[in-house]
């Protein structure tokens, strides 16, 4: 069944909150396989791609307030290293049905729970039908000074076609620790089955989304 139509806000997207970030390193056979554009590729070294969670509050003062759960792939587009978004839930339609439309993210609805102090994050996924997902974070070393940052995301929209999604981002960097867990044969087990590179907390966090044609 197709959904029915739900405003948006037109790109680019303004968006503040805090969110957690890890980096993987997972065994290629272990992934589930994600369709990506033409002409994309995982990036593997040694047999194992590269992957990035997100967990993030979206707050008011953006243009949306929801969460988000999302994981992005290390890729190479061309001679260039990229990522793509091959999986992301979010609680809010709008967000769902613009992500989809203006840049071709996959977004699924889900129940996401993100609890924080000043030091942790912890949250929770949930989705129909399967085991929920948990992550569970927790600050090592603070640092003193807003992180600039810039990325892009190679998607592929609706009719086929390539999109180019840039981001940039400023925010109060922390290095921590995290972990996820669910059931062994819950689809994101993989992750459980790993621990992360690393993990970093991006507070009061101020960015842009935008897009524009490969």
């Not at 069944?1 to 680019?12: G, Y």
């Not at 129909?128 to 927790?138: K, Q, W």
Request: glycine residues 8%; proline residues 10%; hydrophobic residues 40%.
């Amino acid at each position: 069944m197709e959904r029915p139509a739900v405003p948006f806000p037109p790109s680019p997207w303004r968006l503040t909150g805090d969110m957690v970030v890890s980096l993987w390193r997972v065994p290629v056979h272990e992934l589930p396989s994600w369709p990506l554009p033409s002409g994309v590729r995982p990036w593997v070294v040694r047999r194992r791609a590269t992957l990035i969670t997100f967990w993030v509050d979206y707050r008011p003062g953006g243009v949306l307030a929801y969460r988000e759960c999302l994981i992005a792939l290390a890729v190479r587009h061309g001679h260039r290293l990229a990522g793509s978004a091959v999986a992301a839930w979010v609680d809010n339609e709008q967000s769902l049905a613009g992500g989809r439309a203006l840049w071709g993210i996959p977004k699924e609805l889900g129940t996401i729970t993100l609890r924080a102090d000043s030091r942790s994050t912890r949250g929770e996924l949930t989705t129909a039908g399967t085991p929920p997902v948990r992550v569970a974070y927790r600050d090592v070393l603070r640092l003193p000074f807003r992180l600039p940052a810039r990325a892009h995301l190679v998607q592929r929209l609706s009719d086929g076609t390539g999109c180019r999604v840039p981001m940039r981002i400023t925010g109060r960097p922390a290095l921590g620790r995290s972990r996820v867990t669910t059931e062994p044969d819950a689809p994101l087990s993989f992750l459980a089955r790993h621990q992360p590179l690393l993990s970093l907390a991006l507070r009061d966090f101020r960015g842009i989304v935008g897009s524009s044609a490969v």
